[in-house]
């Protein structure tokens, strides 16, 4: 802040006005003066002083204000008790006089020439003060334009110099001695100069016009530390006639330190406590001339170890000011990102410093660690302690600093309620200034979320929710410093190339400064991936929820939560390419979350799955970006993902059904013809819009009669080719399973008998190799195409078949081996029990192979074995959510038992009869 001309030069001069009115003020003592003087800029600089009345809060502008007028009134107070005082007797009294009237030249002064010089100074302090309470537009105006900022900052640079000439005038007076007279004391007229230049400064307006703004900020700095050196090391002077050359020169070197280490209050009070053991140790032959024999030594080890301690106290505060490297190095290497990056390790270097200082350095070493800062900095109920140490945590959980340690660290956020509370309780925090923080602390939600369960934390889901209405824009950015708003201060970056843009003069100065930035002050940015936008971490951290089924009971309350994702699952119009690749990005995680919402097993995934179908949006946003060019394959798969679950639900796959373009679509996708995109020569993809497409025809006439209206593909047999193709034989015999099935009347009507009878073999063939559920699928395609294809030419097949008991034994041993049933292949026995009606009945000669092969025990066994298992088609992890339409299992045993019973003797008269 003392950098900005306007900002800084106001909150020095606000300070300067109260620490020179201290100098003039009739104190009891000099000693009690400097020391107030000192305490003062103390104090005041913890004040938190802002300049700049239009940029600062109203309660702000009040506390400056309320300073300004107590600082005009006390000195318009002083000049007339003085003034007055003059008018009596034309002499001012040494009482109320400064320390620069009571040198040695005083006797060279006249009465007059002090009263000016008084009078300037005062004068001086009043004008500045009503300058900063009024700010005068006129006045402002001649300060930023051209002329007025080089006439300001070439009288900056001439108060800077007087100052330095001012400042060796009260260190080493006799330097400027004529003979044996001193010259006349500046000191006043410094002071004047000084404040003016300040409080004109302070009206002018921030600019990036000319390269002398980056030499400026270093003359503006200067100035403000020598103007509080002068007015504080003054203090020497007044300590001259009572402690000495010796212990003025310590007195002007608090002064200095006070300045320089302006926050760091232990300072002064480590040289106090060596200047006081100094003065007692040198006192002590006159204390005690007598002493007993050990008494002084003994006091003298006890001060001897109090200017000890002092001066280890004072070596470890000025080493401090060199820590700004390392620290600067560390925040480089942990990568953290702008201002509030440095202030977090300025925060963890305080406080390992002070646990150092309580328990000892290596007591301490355990407990002074990034790690134990960051989490013990949530539990702080400082928010600026709070911001560090999420900063901090998100760093160390993101970057490689051991899997040990950050799954430790993690199992000890979780552990802890209140921390993941505070965690949680940042990611709602709306203002703009504090986005960084919210998306550090949204980046750590998600690291933990799959840990996390919603019921611990109320309104975990709320304040999730609040991040996925964050709405950027391609030209916002989210850089570590925050930023440049509307009306902000330039950055130095900016300032660096408007100067070399502007003047060729100071290109290498300008080169030299940014050197130096890029080494200490530049923090690499995070990889392109961390650079997540809020809605999309908002999802992440809900999808990673999700995978808790109580947290998924949650989730199937808020019903405003599921409306709001499906909602951003389409595409704005926009031609922007960054805008485009940023709603893919968006609609990719609303994709997945609703995925892992239908993907949820037991009773509250059907509670969730209807919940969706409930939505009027989601078939609409899904078949608007199905039909969308740009998008991709993965997101083309989470959709067709979210059809297959929802698909188990009977009432979604009639309205799925409805949309007739998404079933076409499906069917374009899965058979891979008339694709324009490497979509549909994905194989991944069109399994998985096979298995949709198996789901939508499964129990659902309706839904096969659309497949049978898909333009551009002849279904049948494009089914039967994919049956030669392993990748694609289950869900291609799936779907044609569930077809026949199913529109039986449609299938003649086309007269498909040709590829159903030529896909026949291939399915009979396969059933030997193949096990669980393709077997299954399989077995219950051979009893769909019997029904459809010539009685002639299923007994012909049946008849040529030289592996018929080998058929059998495998039929029997599948049986024999499902007991118990598998939620995998539920329909297993009665595919089986299907398909030994159809063989019966169409080649009555396997009756007696049957018979032998054990097919009756093994069907009496079905028979008085039921299972609730068998009578659903479908299951979703344990749950069944498709249930079995036709006869019931015993049934059908009892009818296979039956043609197998009736078979079996007319084939054996028969034989008798040719044997006679």
């Not at 200017?307 to 620290?327: D, H, K, M, V």
């Not at 394959?633 to 409805?658: S, V, Y």
């Not at 190799?769 to 010539?790: F, N, R, T, W």
Request: hydrophobic residues 45%.
């Amino acid at each position: 802040m003392l950098r900005r001309p306007q900002e800084g030069n106001e909150v020095v001069l606000i300070m300067g006005l109260w620490i020179d009115l201290v100098i003039w003020l009739p104190v009891v003592g000099p000693m009690f003066d400097g020391i107030l003087q000192v305490a003062l800029l103390i104090v005041m600089s913890k004040m938190q002083l802002r300049g700049a009345s239009q940029q600062t809060s109203r309660s702000q502008r009040c506390r400056r204000l309320l300073l300004l007028w107590a600082v005009l009134i006390a000195y318009i107070i002083v000049y007339a008790l003085k003034l007055s005082r003059a008018m009596d007797d034309l002499e001012v009294p040494m009482l109320i006089m400064p320390f620069r009237a009571r040198t040695d030249y005083e006797k060279y002064s006249t009465p007059e020439f002090e009263l000016a010089s008084a009078s300037t100074e005062l004068l001086t302090m009043v004008v500045a003060a009503l300058l900063l309470i009024s700010r005068p537009r006129i006045i402002a105006h001649l300060t930023s334009i051209s002329l007025g900022r080089s006439l300001l900052s070439l009288a900056k640079l001439v108060s800077a110099i007087s100052l330095v000439f001012g400042s060796m005038l009260l260190v080493w007076p006799k330097a400027f001695e004529v003979g044996d007279h001193q010259v006349v004391d500046p000191n006043s007229f410094i002071i004047s100069l000084a404040t003016m230049v300040l409080s004109l400064g302070s009206l002018q307006t921030p600019t990036t016009e000319n390269c002398s703004l980056v030499i400026g900020r270093w003359i503006d700095v200067t100035l403000h530390m020598l103007f509080l050196w002068y007015l504080t090391v003054g203090m020497s002077m007044l300590l001259d006639n009572v402690w000495g050359v010796q212990l003025s020169l310590a007195a002007s070197i608090v002064s200095v330190v006070a300045v320089l280490l302006i926050e760091n209050l232990q300072i002064p009070a480590a040289v106090l406590q060596v200047m006081l053991s100094s003065s007692r140790i040198h006192n002590l032959q006159y204390d005690y001339p007598q002493p007993a024999s050990n008494l002084v030594p003994a006091i003298e080890v006890f001060y001897v170890l109090a200017i000890c301690q002092g001066c280890f106290y004072i070596t470890a505060s000025i080493l401090g000011l060199f820590s700004f490297f390392p620290r600067r190095m560390l925040v480089r290497q942990s990568k953290l990102r702008g201002q509030r990056g440095a202030k977090a390790i300025d925060l963890y270097y305080e406080s390992a410093y002070s646990t150092c200082m309580e328990t000892g350095l290596f007591a301490a070493r355990k407990t002074v660690s990034l790690a134990s800062f960051a989490e013990e900095s949530l539990c702080s109920s400082s928010i600026e302690t709070q911001l560090a140490g999420v900063l901090l945590l998100g760093n160390l959980l993101h970057e490689s600093w051991g899997t040990d340690s950050i799954e430790e660290m993690r199992s000890k956020i979780i552990r802890s309620n209140k921390t993941l509370s505070t965690l949680i309780a940042m990611l709602g925090w709306a203002d703009e200034r504090h986005r960084d923080i919210r998306l550090t602390s949204a980046r750590i939600i998600a690291n933990l979320a799959d840990n996390v369960t919603v019921a611990d934390i109320p309104g975990t889901l709320k304040v999730v929710c609040s991040l996925l209405d964050d709405e950027e824009t391609s030209g916002q950015t989210t850089s570590g410093n925050g930023g440049n708003a509307a009306g902000s201060q330039p950055t130095d970056d900016e300032e660096l190339g408007h100067a070399q843009d502007s003047n060729g003069g100071c290109i290498w100065v300008c080169q030299s400064w940014q050197r130096m930035k890029d080494k200490w002050f530049i923090v690499e940015k995070l990889p392109l991936a961390d650079q997540e936008s809020l809605p999309i971490l908002g999802m992440v951290i809900l999808e990673k929820l999700a995978h808790d089924i109580n947290n998924c009971a949650e989730i199937a309350n808020a019903s405003y939560l599921i409306s709001k994702i499906i909602g951003l699952i389409s595409y704005r119009d926009d031609n922007e390419s960054s805008n485009n690749e940023q709603q893919c990005l968006v609609i990719c995680a609303s994709l997945n979350f609703v995925s892992r919402l239908a993907s949820t097993g037991e009773n509250i995934g059907v509670t969730l799955r209807q919940e969706l179908c409930k939505n009027f949006f989601l078939l609409n946003n899904l078949e608007c970006v199905l039909e969308d060019s740009r998008s991709s394959p993965e997101l083309m798969k989470l959709m067709i993902d979210i059809l297959t679950k929802l698909a188990l639900d009977e009432d979604a796959r009639k309205e799925i059904g409805c949309c007739k373009m998404i079933v076409w679509k499906l069917m374009h996708v899965f058979i891979g013809k008339d694709g324009s995109t490497n979509a549909y020569n994905d194989q991944s993809l069109r399994m998985a819009a096979g298995e949709a497409l198996a789901n939508l025809t499964t129990e659902s006439p309706a839904n096969c009669l659309v497949i049978l209206e898909v333009t551009g593909c002849e279904i049948i047999k494009d089914l039967k080719n994919m049956l030669c193709e392993d990748e694609y034989i289950y869900v291609a015999a799936s779907l044609l399973q569930n077809i026949c099935a199913h529109a039986k009347d449609k299938l003649r009507h086309q007269d498909v008998s040709n590829h159903l009878s030529s896909a026949f073999p291939m399915v009979m063939e396969n059933i030997m190799s193949a096990e669980g559920k393709h077997l299954e699928v399989l077995i219950g395609l051979v009893s769909q195409i019997c029904d459809m294809i010539p009685e002639s030419f299923i007994h012909d097949q049946l008849q040529l078949r030289t592996n018929r008991s080998e058929l059998v034994q495998k039929l029997v041993g599948t049986l024999n081996s499902n007991r118990k049933p598998n939620p995998e292949y539920p329909r297993m026995r009665r595919v089986i029990v299907e398909m030994v009606i159809s063989i019966v009945k169409f080649c009555p000669r396997y009756a007696t192979i049957l018979r032998e092969g054990g097919m009756m025990e093994a069907l009496f066994k079905v028979e008085m074995t039921p299972s609730k298992v068998e009578k659903h088609r479908v299951f979703f992890g344990n749950i069944g959510v498709i249930l079995e339409s036709g006869p019931s299992l015993t049934a059908l045993v009892a009818k296979a038992k039956g043609l197998i019973h009736s078979a079996a003797p007319t084939i054996a008269l028969n034989q008798t009869t040719m044997l006679d």
